[in-house]
Every structure is written in C-alpha cells, then in structure tokens.
C-alpha cells in the first residue's frame, strides 16, 4: 500500500462542488495514487501556493506537483493565477493542466503561451472523466 508521501499532490483550482466531487470520485474510481487538495478560486489558489491565511503551513498547503486549473472562477480567473504562477520563479517548475469549459481557440492559445503543460476541455461523460483523470500523473 502506498503511503501518503509517495502520492502526487494534485491542486484542483475548481468553483463548481459538483466538479470537485466528480473529480474526487474519479480519481477514486481508477485508484488514482493521487492526494487531491481543492481550492474554489484563484485567491485561494494563490494563497494555497504561497501558504496564507488559512493556508499557512506545509502541512494545509503542501507544495502540489500538479495543479489542476479551472479558468472561469470567482475572485481571480484562472488566467491570471496561471500568468501569476508561471512568472515566480518559485513556483514556475509546477505542471499546470488548464481544465476547462471552454472551446475557444483563444483561450487554449493564450493558457499554452503562459505556460500550462496542457488546456483539457472538460468531459461529457464519468468515462471520459476517469480516462483524464487516471493520465494526469503523466504530466507531473
């Protein structure tokens, strides 16, 4: 059995709980050997990887080797904490894998520039949904 220091740290940056669920259960379901943490928006998201507020130990916020990023989110949109991210030289070598609604070119174009790994648009069915979730460690 695997022990929790061995998982990879995946931060799902994601506003919507029914996503967050559906995310859980899928990785879940395919024995993902993941530690899934979630942040509902993109000033959590950035608290979370600079370790404040209520975030503010490496034990609440430890450094995720993959960040599963939504772009449509309160507060601070995914764009922005992408841009934010990938200019820190701290926090530049963490994969970002964008997780989106979207299907506009622009939007794929413009996160890939800013240096995501990959732009996923979100799935239509459970299925789907367990084959992107079992492949993300690929990225890490």
């Known amino acids: 059995m695997e022990e929790k220091r061995?998982?990879?740290k995946v931060l799902v940056a994601e506003d919507?709980?029914?996503d967050c669920l559906l995310i859980r259960r899928a990785a879940s379901?395919?024995?993902a050997p993941y530690d899934l943490f979630f942040v509902s928006d993109g000033v959590q998201l950035?608290?979370?990887l600079y370790r404040r507020g209520t975030y503010?130990?490496?034990t609440k916020a430890p450094r995720p080797d993959l960040i599963l990023l939504d772009l449509n989110m309160p507060k601070q949109d995914g764009r922005s904490a992408l841009y934010q991210i990938k200019k820190d030289k701290g926090l530049k070598s963490i994969a970002v894998v964008v997780f989106s609604t979207s299907s506009a070119p622009s939007d794929m174009?413009?996160?890939l520039r800013?240096?995501?790994e990959s732009f996923i648009k979100k799935p239509s069915s459970f299925q789907e949904l367990k084959a992107i979730v079992s492949s993300l460690a690929d990225f890490c």
Do not use: K, M, N, Q
Request: proline fraction near 5%; hydrophobic fraction near 45%; glycine fraction near 14%.
């Open 6 to 8: 061995d998982l990879i």
């Open 16 to 18: 919507d709980p029914d």
């Open 29 to 31: 379901s395919v024995g």
């Open 46 to 48: 950035l608290d979370f």
């Open 56 to 58: 503010g130990s490496a």
């Open 109 to 111: 174009e413009l996160t």
């Open 114 to 116: 800013l240096g995501a």
